[in-house]
């Protein structure tokens, strides 16, 4: 996605924001739904899923903050990313490691991509602010990405990571759309 300068009301850089706060507020139930089956049927799987929750939780409060300092709202699709996430993270467990890992992994290549892309835009447009914010995830993004890469690349999950990347995509586009408000 090439992110240009807003001609409604809220700017591009607050509409990142929010997209990013909506996601990781998906990304939040996707773990928590793992951890959900995980308890179960993968034990050995919870201390790196809980560790992942976390960094989630903390970026969806960096990006309130962020939204906070604004003035502005969450995003209407805020609770959409919620169910969809959860629903995204049950099913990913359901097949098990190298499901979760595949989910994990066709997430965040997606997320991690429109963070650079996000980066290079408000670089350019000298909002240290929120250049500062998205900046602050990066790494922890890229750390996720890399450790569903592990297990998560098998080609038998092949359309599963498709799938779920197309699904990742769609979102943030049409988030992106409802940011506007």
Known sequence: MRYQVSRARLSTATKILKVNH??????VQIYRAQMLVARYWMPSLMAQLQ???GDEERHREIFWQAIVRR?????????????GGWFLGFVSALLGVRG???CTYAVESVVVAHLHE?????KSQCDDDAFETVQAILRDEENHRDFGASL?????????RWLIGGFTELVIL???DEAGE
Do not use: D
């Open 71 to 83: 003035h502005g709202v969450k995003c209407r699709s805020y609770w959409l990313c919620a169910v």
């Open 51 to 53: 560790h992942f929750r």
């Open 118 to 122: 996000q980066l290079a835009f408000l």
């Open 152 to 160: 998560g690349q098998s080609t038998l999950y092949a359309p599963l």
């Open 100 to 102: 979760v890992m595949a």
């Open 22 to 27: 909506a996601g990781e507020h998906g990304a």
């Open 174 to 176: 049409w988030e992106c």
